[in-house]
Structures are given as C-alpha cells and as structure tokens.
C-alpha cells in the first residue's frame, strides 16, 4: 500500500492528538504504594566522630570458629546498610562475604598448609587499599579515597560504568544488575538504599565512626575483628601487628591494602 | 483553493482545540501549592525552635542547593554538622534530620514538585518516611 502526502499528513495529525491525551491517562493510571504512619525525631546528639590518618583493619582468623561467627557479623552489616539478598549468584550484592584461603590469597598457596587454614572460610571485604585501583579507573570520580583512607563511593555520581569492578583485584563491588529494594528483607530506615545501576561496596562504616561508633561488622564480631588508626603508634591495630604475624591479600599487586589477617599456626585448625 | 470550506473548517476547528485548555481555564484560579508544615515532630517542637535549618524564604529558594551541599559534605568531606540558623547544630542527613521533621512528603516535597512539574531522584534511593495514603 503506498500512502501520498495527503493521507501521510492525515494520519500524523490524528496520531498527535491521540499521543496528547494518552500521556496524561497514563500518569493518572500508576499507582501509589500505601504507607503507615511514621513518627519523627530530631536528631540532637552529636558524639564525638572516630577520627583517624589511616583506618585500618585487623581479621583475627584463630577467633572464628563457628559458621554463626562470620555470618552475625555479614548479617551486621548487610542489614543496617539495606544490602539485597537472596537474588541468583549473577545478582548477588555483597559488601562482606566469606570465601576459602585458595580463593583470598591465591599466590600464598600450596598444597601442604594445614587443612584447618586450607578449608577454613576467610572474611573478606573491602581492602580500603592506600593506592586503590577503583578510584584511578572511575570517570565519574564516584569512587575516591577519603583522607582517612576510605575509599567512598558517591552514589550520587555512579554512572554503572563498572571499571571499578573491573579494576578491583579482591572482588569486593557488587553491580545492581535490578532495583534492589524488593529483595531488602527489613529496610533500615536511617540509611538508604541503592538504586539499580550503581556499584556499591564496604565504606567502612562511615556513617558510624561520624557517631563514635566502631563499624557494625567490628561490633558484631566481639574482638575478631579490630578496628583502628594505622598511623597511630599506639593504637590497637598497631600493637596487634607489631607483636604477631599477618598477611594481607594480592600484597604483590601493590595497591596496599588495609585489611590485615593474622593467620597464626596450626592452633588455629 | 480546492476544498476551500473544508480546510477553513478544520482549521477553525484545530484552533478550538488547540486553544481549549486556555480558556477552560480562563477566570479561574491557577491554586498555589500550600506545602504542610504540621507533622507530629514540627508540633512538638518549642516555638522557639519551630525553624528550618535556615529561614523560610530562603529554604523555599534555595534549598536544592543546599542539599547538594549537604550531600558532599556529608559524603564527600565527611562532616556531618551543618552550623543552622542562630547557631544551632544539625545533624547532616536528609534521612534522618530533614525527613523527621518534615515526615510528609507527599504534603510537602511532592506538592511544590508536582506542581512545577520536577521529578527530584532523591527517592530512588533515599527512603521516604513511611506515611498514610491521603
């Protein structure tokens, strides 16, 4: 069927006027979700921030014993930070997660380190590395390092370009490949959520140590995991790894990591 | 001109209807938004403290920048006190400061921001307090 100008211009008439009328039918037909009431309060309190040159971390792998340790303190944080769950393991959004000694220090392996290391699940997070690859990659600058040693993302600049997670040698960004709040089993209502196509990760509890407070997974952890100023000579993190041995993971990638594990002996099998 | 009385029709007819919601509205009102201001948390407040961070006028005009401001100090620079009106402090947060107090969106930001037509991303991420269907 051909069509001359005529008709051509006919039917492009009718079609702007129908176009008109259907945008505002279907502002009106979405819904809105129902709420319940919700009382407020101001927030009047200012403690004192944790402050620091260098926050550091130290997992003291001996002091986890049982499957509940690590996971009360995943739980810690992925609850109070509105992390999604329970999607497929493409989808998986993960800020702290466990995985095996072969896995988190792959060139520190071999094949006679006793079987309590070897088949122990290690805590893994964000390295909050000193010379952290995520940020040099970020178009956005979305992602940078705080000057106590952070490294932030800026959710409000996240374009999901994903280098980040390209760059990251340790696997600890998650990408919202959907909207995350559906899958949020209880939303912390002091802390928000992500929003699908952004990259997000461990911050190290910033929004914590602003209240004076030790970061939720350090908390939870009840003294395996310390919490402190690296360039602080007498802070605990410094006592703990001037007196025993640790190792950190892919040291030989050079982006200095912050998060250190003390591995020990065969004591710890 | 072919067709003549049928094109002067359509015409007239096209200029009705294009110009319809012009003189449907003519004569009346065009109401302004009355964003509330009477939450449970802004009630219990002293008269004395019953301010915004800064005053009215300048929270109407201005408070998208600010809230950028807040926002990078809050993420960027990592300080969370904002020095307010009269010397107060304020906790940094539009979860937790803005929103306590002003615990009805939909009475209060959405009013204004329906009515100017802009959609502000706050609430794809930030949560909006929890409140009754009005």
Known sequence: MSMNRRQFIKLAGISTILGIGGVSAIDRVKGSAVEAAHEGVLESEFPNPLIAKRWAMVVDVSKFKTEEDYQKCIDACHSIHNVPCCGTKKDEVKWIWTDTYEHAFPTQENEYIPGGIKNKPFLLLCNHCDNPPCVRVCPTKATFKRKDGIVMMDQHRCIGCRFCMAACPFGARSFNWRDPRPFIKKQNLEYPTRTIGVVEKCTFCFERLVKGLQPACVEASKGALVFGDLSDPSSEVRKILSTRYSIRRKQELGTQPSVYYLIGGIENA | ?134
């Not at chain 2, 009102?29 to 407040?45: C, G």
Request: proline share 6%; charged share 20%.
């Open chain 2, 1 to 134: 001109m072919y067709n003549g009385g049928k094109i002067i029709v359509g015409l007239i007819i096209f200029v009705a209807l294009f110009t319809f919601p012009f003189y449907y509205n003519i004569g009346k009102v065009n109401a302004k938004p009355e964003p509330k201001i009477d939450t449970p948390a802004i009630q219990h407040l002293t008269p004395e403290d019953k301010h915004c961070v800064q005053p009215k006028s300048f929270m109407r005009g201005e408070h998208m920048q600010l809230l950028n401001q807040w926002r990078d100090s809050a993420v960027r620079d990592g300080n969370r006190v904002y020095d307010g009106m009269g010397g107060k402090k304020y906790y940094i947060s539009l979860q937790n400061t803005c929103m306590k107090c002003h615990s009805n969106k939909k009475e209060f930001c959405d009013k204004c921001h329906n009515y100017m037509g802009v959609t502000p991303y706050c609430w794809s991420c930030h949560i909006a307090p929890k409140e009754k269907e009005s």
